[in-house]
Antibody, heavy 123, light 107 residues
Framework: QVQLVESGGGVVQPGRSLRLSCAAS????????MHWVRQAPGRGLEWVADISFDGSNKKYADSVKGRFTISRDNSKNTLYLQTNSLRGEDTAVYYC????????????????WGQGTLVTVSS | DIQMTQSPSSLSASVGDRVTITCRASQNINFYLNWHQQKPGKAPNLLIY???SLQSGVPSRFSGSGSGTDFTLTISSLQPEDFATYYCQQSYSAPLTFGGGTKVEIK
């Protein structure tokens, strides 16, 4: 069965960095675009970044552009999010999410979510 | 950016009730609209994609409708396991955006 398992979260001081990982299993990672979505405590969902199946295209939310980098290693079935210059407002659970597509219409959707990893930015 | 507005932000309902949640996009998004359910402490779970397609394994009491700017998620007969927060999400253009959520509580 499809599984996405995030790791790498923790407590970090403002201005520092963390690298989040997402280990994928149960499917062929290299055939799917992938996303990171976050949720601040008690708040709604916020899309953070995405990466095409081969890593050639990446997009970022304005709130993280220039500070976060999404990447993937398809040979290791792993997705990454390098988070630099962390701020208090980056405190959130970070979810790794798989994107599927309806080929006939190009409609995309998030069909599998990981359990999330908590990043807390605090001095 | 496309703004997604859900209403109501919360509602109280009883088991067996018919529940309707509305989502409005700030511009035309055709049918590129998905619905997710989230229970406390858990990751979201896809219910409906492309406005009206039921995700595999999701009970048929859930349905979605709409196109353009106005969309609806309907639960035909609310079950105890349906008490959760529901989010709409547009996949029409980047940045992908979510509605603020609708919390469905027990009356």
């Amino acid at each position: 069965q499809v599984q996405l398992v995030e790791s790498g979260g923790g407590v970090v001081q403002p201005g520092r960095s963390l690298r989040l990982s997402c280990a994928a299993s149960g499917f062929t990672l290299r055939t799917y675009a992938m996303h990171w979505v976050r949720q601040a405590p008690g708040r709604g969902l916020e899309w953070v970044a995405d990466i095409s199946f081969d890593g050639s295209n990446k997009k970022y939310a304005d709130s993280v552009k220039g500070r976060f980098t999404i990447s993937r290693d398809n040979s290791k079935n792993t997705l990454y999010l390098q988070t630099n210059s962390l701020r208090g407002e980056d405190t959130a659970v970070y979810y790794c999410v798989r994107e599927s597509i309806v080929v006939a219409t190009a409609a995309t959707y998030f069909d599998y979510w990981g359990q999330g990893t908590l990043v807390t930015v605090s001095s | 950016d496309i703004q997604m507005t859900q209403s109501p932000s919360s509602l109280s309902a009883s088991v067996g009730d018919r529940v309707t949640i509305t989502c409005r996009a700030s511009q035309n998004i055709n049918f590129y609209l998905n619905w997710h359910q989230q229970k406390p402490g858990k990751a979201p779970n896809l219910l409906i994609y492309a406005a009206s397609s039921l995700q595999s394994g999701v009970p048929s009491r859930f349905s979605g409708s709409g196109s353009g700017t106005d969309f609806t998620l309907t639960i035909s007969s609310l079950q105890p396991e349906d008490f959760a927060t529901y989010y709409c999400q547009q996949s029409y253009s980047a940045p992908l955006t979510f509605g603020g959520g609708t919390k469905v509580e027990i009356k």
